[in-house]
């Protein structure tokens, strides 16, 4: 399938989602399209921008789902910038936080006095990120702050203060745009609300 373009709205998601039956099938409603994927992530680089020029940074990114949200929003950011990567576990297969957190991958290099922006693709419960903010907070960097694509407030749990947030959304599983259930959905271009018997039937 050829790749899809930037600025295109709802007819190129239904192209997807009726070019992709195995996938589209599953998606009950297009929450967020990529044309207002695209327009936010504009938005949250030029903040990022404007707020660490002159800036030692470093975005953390936390793999896997934050991979097309930080691929975005890197270039909307023209700074000298690294990249890092941490992975964690949460979830296996469920939809729901277990609230036990396990680092699978830990950064490569030190941010002892770096400004860090940790690079997230959705804030629930609040578990994974407020394991992962304690985690780095104890390296010493300059700064820590978090830009989340998507925010669920309904669903926290653990308090945590969001930086740059992209869209808050309802208490609705989504995938799609990087996020996953059972690994799977993460290549559709938009953000959609998985129907529930989806995950009705393996839960
Ligand atoms: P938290 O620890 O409950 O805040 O969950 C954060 C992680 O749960 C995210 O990084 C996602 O991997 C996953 N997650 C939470 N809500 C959703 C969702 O609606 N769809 C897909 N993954 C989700
Ligand atoms: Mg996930």
Redesign the pocket.
């Known amino acids: 399938m050829r790749s899809t373009r930037r600025g295109t709205a709802i007819c190129e998601n239904d192209r997807v989602t009726t070019a992709i039956p195995t996938l589209g099938a599953d998606i009950g409603e297009i929450l967020i399209d990529e044309a207002a994927i695209n327009a936010r992530v504009a938005e949250l680089g030029a903040e990022v921008t404007r707020d660490y020029a002159g800036r030692d940074l470093v975005l953390v990114s936390?793999l896997k789902?934050?991979l097309p949200f930080l691929a975005d929003l890197m270039r909307q950011i023209p700074l000298p910038l690294t990249l890092d990567f941490m992975e964690?576990s949460?979830?296996g297969a469920a939809?729901?936080?277990s609230?036990m957190?396990r680092i699978l991958k830990d950064l490569a290099k030190p941010i002892e006095g770096r400004h860090v922006l940790i690079v997230?693709?959705?804030?629930?419960?609040?578990?994974?990120?407020?394991?992962i903010r304690g985690h780095l907070e104890t390296q010493r960097p300059a700064s820590i702050r978090l830009c989340a694509l998507?925010d669920?407030p309904a669903?926290?749990?653990?308090p945590?203060a969001v930086d740059y947030r992209g869209f808050e959304?309802a208490d609705?599983?989504?995938?799609g745009y990087g996020?996953?259930?059972a690994e799977r959905y993460r290549n559709l271009p938009f953000i959609g609300v998985?129907k529930p018997e989806v995950y009705a039937e393996a839960e």
């Open positions: 936390i789902g934050a964690v949460s979830y939809t729901t936080s609230g957190v997230e693709d959705i804030l629930d419960t609040g578990h994974t990120l407020a394991h998507l669920k669903r926290r749990i653990i945590i959304i609705k599983f989504v995938v996020l996953d259930y998985l």
